[in-house]
């Protein structure tokens, strides 16, 4: 399955944002500590945790469980996963950044949403200092309506709001999507009301069941409900077409094209600030030979997305997300900080 997302061309910009991750990547302005070559050879000589910041059960949480095994194989120690959910990751993102940069947290953070609030509210973390290790992938947020929706197309939704705000169903008012849907029916003009749900799972049914107009998701996320005969897809947010959403209108095709390839989320892998140069350049060769094998390639060929990145790839996403949602504060800010 090919999927061209934004990561394949970041290169040109890969030796700026290399000397940024050179000076930003010291946790809370500190600088990394040094291991002794003996001490960097024991390594790993107990688990290494995989935080996500999400509750076990959805995407965000199968894309981490499928990782673990990989990793673990290529670390020749033993990788265990821990759920830390709570305010749209941002109490997982807040830990690891306060963690021991010792080699044994990693963190499968999604930064989209993180960036957000760190674009509106004072937050205990800095995503450019984080030690980065890849893009696990690059996901357009996509709009979608219960299959059997009296709404066909993202027009049909838009004019409908203007007489009453529409529904729409959220995983939490600081999850990315939502933010990137704030974003979207703000430049359209759709008018609606949000309904928060426990989590992605929840928000989905409740929009397939009809309790809800739309919802904005992943376009993984949503292929599956389409899938399953569940969901209409009315329009993504990719600079490219995403081969599991069809012919699925992109976001030129609705009046939207300024925003295309800038409403999307991001999966990736780093590590606490300060990590030490040979623990970083441990856990990055192991998590770059994992992204770029066979096994995670074929993952991709179940219904997910697979498009691995480099470090500098990782920062130069981060510093895209920042400029966006800098941008747009000013249009979610109310939902973030209320």
Do not use: W
């Amino acid at each position: 399955m090919s999927h061209p997302t934004r990561v394949t061309r970041l290169g040109a910009g890969a030796a700026l944002a290399a000397l940024v991750l050179v000076s930003a990547g010291c946790g809370g302005g500190g600088s990394a500590q040094e291991m002794s070559k003996e001490d960097c050879a024991k390594y790993p000589e107990k688990d290494v945790t995989m935080i996500i910041g999400r509750s076990p059960g959805g995407g965000h949480d199968e894309y981490g469980r499928f990782l673990v095994p990989l990793l673990k194989k290529e670390l020749g120690g033993n990788v265990i996963v821990k759920n830390v959910d709570g305010a749209g990751g941002r109490v997982a993102a807040s830990q690891v950044y306060e963690g021991e940069p010792d080699g044994y947290t990693i963190h499968l953070v999604e930064p989209n949403g993180l960036a957000a609030l760190q674009a509106v509210e004072d937050v205990e973390y800095d995503l450019a200092k984080f030690t980065q290790l890849g893009v696990v992938n690059d996901r357009p947020s996509t709009f979608a309506v219960p299959a059997g929706s009296k709404y066909k197309t993202f027009d049909d939704l838009v004019e409908a709001s203007k007489k009453k705000p529409l529904k729409f169903a959220t995983s939490g008012l600081t999850s990315p999507n939502f933010v990137n849907g704030v974003i979207a029916a703000k430049e359209a003009g759709l008018k609606f009301t949000p309904v928060p749900h426990e989590g992605s799972a929840e928000a989905i049914t409740s929009m397939v069941r009809g309790d809800t107009d739309f919802t904005v998701f992943s376009g993984d996320s949503i292929a599956e409900a389409v899938d399953a005969g569940d969901a209409k897809a009315l329009v993504q947010f990719g600079e490219e077409p995403l081969d599991l959403l069809g012919d699925t209108p992109m976001a030129e095709d609705v009046g939207l094209g300024d925003l295309a390839g800038v409403l999307t989320t991001n999966l990736m892998l780093v590590a606490p600030p300060a990590l030490p140069s040979c623990l970083k350049k441990t856990l990055t060769d192991a998590v770059q030979t994992t992204l770029n094998g066979d096994e995670f390639k074929a993952f991709g060929e179940k219904g997910r997305i697979v498009s691995p990145g480099t470090p500098e790839d990782a920062q130069q996403l981060i510093k895209e997300s920042v400029a966006t949602y800098e941008k747009y504060a000013d249009v979610y800010r109310k939902y973030l900080t209320s």
